[in-house]
């Protein structure tokens, strides 16, 4: 008796879906190269997340079987994988999970912070009811930057790794903006995604305004030996 392979069973549940293997190559893809499919980036991912909705339990089998674990933001329209081992905000952490650092992101100190930033400010567009339509909360780069400054201790970077900082956020789909000169003005506005909510952590917020509340350390009294 001939054994039934993966791709049969795969092939089989995308006919009785009415998904094309070749859409289904496509959302492995992105979410793989990306980690996210978003519908309202564009009418290809549209298209795209759309089948994935119809197949999501073939997704979530697929993925889960070389350990990755995929997150259906359903508010929002978006799909999010996690690697290997990875915390994931809105799934349950896994005790016994192995850590496959080839397929964790490297990221930069500067994109760290700066998503966290993008958290804070995020969570004071949810506060004041200024969310748009878009699920986006628009500020400038000069609030950005103060927030950083007031919480991080650091400031964006200057021009040419500002802008592959901003092109990395929007690439990650946490960020839109225009992607000409005003990036180094202070008055151009920046839509912080509502996908920062589940790509930051609310323990990394909490650990953050736990940490800035501490009071600064007193310098020591220095005195003359007599």
Do not use: W
């Not at 996210?36 to 889960?64: C, K, M, P, T, W």
């Not at 998503?115 to 909360?137: K, M, P, T, V």
């Not at 990036?183 to 839509?191: C, F, N, P, Q, Y």
Request: one cysteine or more; a negative charge.
């Amino acid at each position: 008796m001939d054994e039934t392979t993966i791709g049969q069973l795969v092939g089989a549940e995308l006919k009785a879906r009415g998904v094309r293997p070749e859409s289904f190559r496509q959302i492995a893809g992105r979410l793989l190269g990306l980690s996210i499919l978003h519908r309202e980036d564009s009418a290809i991912e549209r298209q795209l997340y759309d089948d994935a909705v119809r197949i999501e339990g073939l997704l979530n089998d697929y993925f889960e079987a070389a350990g990755f674990r995929l997150f259906h933001e359903r508010h929002q329209n978006y799909f999010r994988l996690y690697p290997p081992g990875a915390r994931a905000p809105g799934l349950p952490d896994e005790d016994d999970a192995v850590v496959v650092e080839a397929v964790r992101a490297r990221l930069s100190a500067d994109f760290v912070a700066t998503c966290l930033a993008l958290r804070l400010l995020y969570n004071e567009g949810l506060r004041q009811g200024s969310i748009n339509e878009r699920n986006e909360a628009l500020v400038t780069v000069e609030h950005l930057n103060a927030t950083l400054t007031a919480h991080m201790r650091r400031s964006l970077p200057p021009k040419t790794a500002r802008e592959k900082l901003f092109a990395d956020l929007k690439r990650a789909r946490l960020i839109d903006y225009r992607a000409d000169p005003q990036v180094e003005d202070a008055d151009a506005l920046i839509a912080v995604r509502g996908t920062v909510l589940q790509f930051v952590a609310d323990s990394a917020v909490d650990a953050l305004l736990s940490q800035a509340q501490k009071p600064a350390p007193m310098p020591e009294e220095t005195g003359d030996e007599a």
